[in-house]
C-alpha cells in the first residue's frame, strides 16, 4: 500500500501556502488564514476515509498554519491558527 503523499496533494498544498501569503500581503490576511484552514479541513476528511497519507497532510497544514499565523502577527489570526497570543 503506498502511503507516500499523492503529487496532486503537495501541489494543492503549496498553492494553499502562496494564496495565503499573497492574501496576507494584499492586506487580507483572515482570507489566508481561512485558505490554509479549508486545507486542514480537506486533509482531515481525507484521513477520516482512510487514506494513510493524510496524516503526513494533516500535519503539513498544521505546520502551515502556524507559520502563518506567526507571520500575521495579529491575536486574532495566530489564535485561529493555533499559535499561542502569550510568551510567543
Do not use: N
Request: charged residues 25%; glycine residues 10%; aromatic residues 6%.
Amino acid at each position: 500500500m503506498d502511503t507516500a503523499l499523492p503529487l496532486t496533494e503537495y501541489r494543492l498544498l503549496c498553492r494553499a501556502v502562496i494564496e495565503a501569503c499573497r492574501l496576507h500581503g494584499w492586506g487580507d490576511t483572515e482570507a489566508g488564514a481561512r485558505c490554509l484552514l479549508a486545507g486542514l479541513a480537506r486533509a482531515s476528511r481525507c484521513a477520516a476515509a482512510g487514506e494513510e497519507w493524510a496524516t503526513d497532510l494533516c500535519r503539513a497544514y498544521t505546520l502551515a498554519l502556524a507559520e502563518y499565523g506567526r507571520l500575521a502577527d495579529q491575536p486574532a489570526i495566530r489564535a485561529r491558527c493555533g499559535v499561542p497570543t502569550t510568551g510567543a
